[in-house]
């Protein structure tokens, strides 16, 4: 077996030397797990080392965790996400009171300690841990890899496969462009179609939707934006956000923003460009084929 002990001091620890991240479901349950290179569970013989915080750590026995099913763990099996795969960020972190190294997941890729997780299972920043005895705010953690995984409605775990660009095994701060089901307020979706996309960059969530009417779509008064993957502060509901109105039968463009979450339409008043309040007839008298499209960046994730 190769010596890695020479590691122990001398390495910058980025991401993981000799192991990586393995991925499965058994009856419907996560199993998350860090193993060597050889795939096997770690030990003194054949370690994994990662940096954490300001050192270097030796993992030398199994480390795994099973988020089991029947939990809406990570709020990810809400309205909008349920059923969608979403990248989930696996991490190291050490317990200074427990003197070990533990293992952690999150929707969110920026965190440092463990005060950066929310500890409420169905909370959008939960940060799921294999032990949380002792643990203390402080706690260094560091991101190592990425996964990708879908939970149900009926709250059971799936992967759709473990790719390179689905399991990456080194420290990553963004998710890939992934799907959501959006809604808008105050509008009948009838058979019009949404297409809405998120990516999680750091602390900053980028999202755009674009809705098509359909010959059965309605839109209604003050009309506005539904839930999005993430709660953020800035940008989205303060009049910075533009928004895109497209009417086919014209071909005509036209532009407005969100004031509270509603869509309002740009209006020319007197001297000066001000906004009017969205609905059937304004801007234009809404048809098949008509598009409302939005595409923002939020400053922080909350």
């Known amino acids: 077996m190769e010596n890695f002990n020479y590691l122990d001091n001398k390495s910058n620890g980025v991401g993981l030397v000799n192991g990586k991240i393995v991925v499965s479901v058994s009856s419907d349950d996560l199993i998350i797990a860090i193993k060597t290179m050889a795939g096997n569970d770690p030990s003194e013989a054949e370690p994994v080392f990662c940096r954490i915080g300001d ?12 988020l089991a099913d029947g939990t809406n763990w990570f709020n990810s099996a809400q309205g909008i996400l349920d059923g969608q795969e979403i990248d989930y960020f696996a991490y190291l972190g050490y317990n200074v009171d427990q003197e070990e190294i533990t293992l952690a997941v999150s929707r969110i890729p920026w965190a440092e300690q463990y005060s950066y997780f929310s500890t409420t299972s169905n909370n959008n920043k939960y940060g ?10 402080d706690d260094p953690y560091t991101n190592i890899g990425r996964f990708s995984a879908t939970l149900s409605s009926a709250y059971d775990w799936t ?43 750091g602390r900053t969530l980028i999202w755009r939707v674009e809705f098509t009417f359909g010959s059965t779509s309605v839109m209604g008064s003050n009309a506005g ?20 109105y497209y009417d086919a039968g014209s071909t005509n463009h036209y532009k407005g923003c969100f004031v509270g979450s509603v869509f309002t339409p740009y209006n020319v008043i007197g001297s000066y460009v001000q906004v009017t309040t969205i609905s059937s007839t304004i801007p234009f008298t809404w048809a098949t084929n008509d598009t409302i499209a939005i595409s923002t960046v939020a400053e922080e994730i909350t």
Request: charged fraction near 20%.
């Open 55 to 66: 050192a270097i750590r030796k993992l030398t026995s199994a480390l795994s965790m099973p």
């Open 225 to 244: 934006l539904g839930s999005l993957p993430f709660t953020t502060t800035g940008s989205s509901t303060d009049g910075r956000t533009l928004v895109e």
């Open 128 to 137: 799921a841990v294999n032990n949380r005895t002792g643990a203390d705010a």
């Open 159 to 201: 992967i759709a496969g473990t790719e390179p660009y689905r399991l990456i095994q080194r420290p990553i701060f963004e998710t890939r462009w992934l799907s959501f089901d959006a809604s808008f307020a105050s509008v009948t979706k009838g058979n019009g179609t949404y297409s809405a996309k998120y990516k999680v960059v």
